[in-house]
Nanobody, 125 residues
């Protein structure tokens, strides 16, 4: 089992920044990496970013490239999502998720086993 606790969401003006954190505990060695997803009002859950624990390789959906940065602190078993230049389209509940132990299709939510509770990000225009 892996437990995920997210923090850092909130209300921010357009153009502003937020950093989300996701602290993992439990059998974290069993996960190859972590993903960030979001679900906006009336929208399906969508992939945002992912990071490989060991190599630190990162993956992003096109709409956040150049604005969002995923990182990890292996000593703290924590991943981060630095979000800059936020706009109204970024308003959503953001979830972190832990993948399984093997190679995954990072963009597919079905590849992730454990999920955090979600944190709300609201961008005001």
């Amino acid at each position: 089992q892996v437990q995920l606790v997210e923090s850092g969401g909130g209300l921010v003006q357009a153009g502003g920044s937020l950093t989300l954190s996701c602290a993992a505990s439990g059998r974290t060695f069993s996960t190859i990496g972590m993903g960030w997803f979001r679900q906006g009002p009336g929208r399906e859950r969508e992939f945002v970013a992912a990071i490989n624990w060991s190599a630190g390789s990162t993956y992003y959906t096109d709409s956040v490239k150049g604005r969002f940065t995923a990182s990890r602190d292996r000593a703290k078993n924590t991943v981060y999502l630095q979000m800059n230049s936020l706009n109204a389209e970024d308003t959503a509940v953001y979830y972190c998720a832990a993948a399984g132990p093997y190679g995954v299709t990072w963009t597919s939510p079905n590849q992730y086993i454990y999920w955090g509770q979600g944190t709300q990000v609201t961008v005001s225009s």
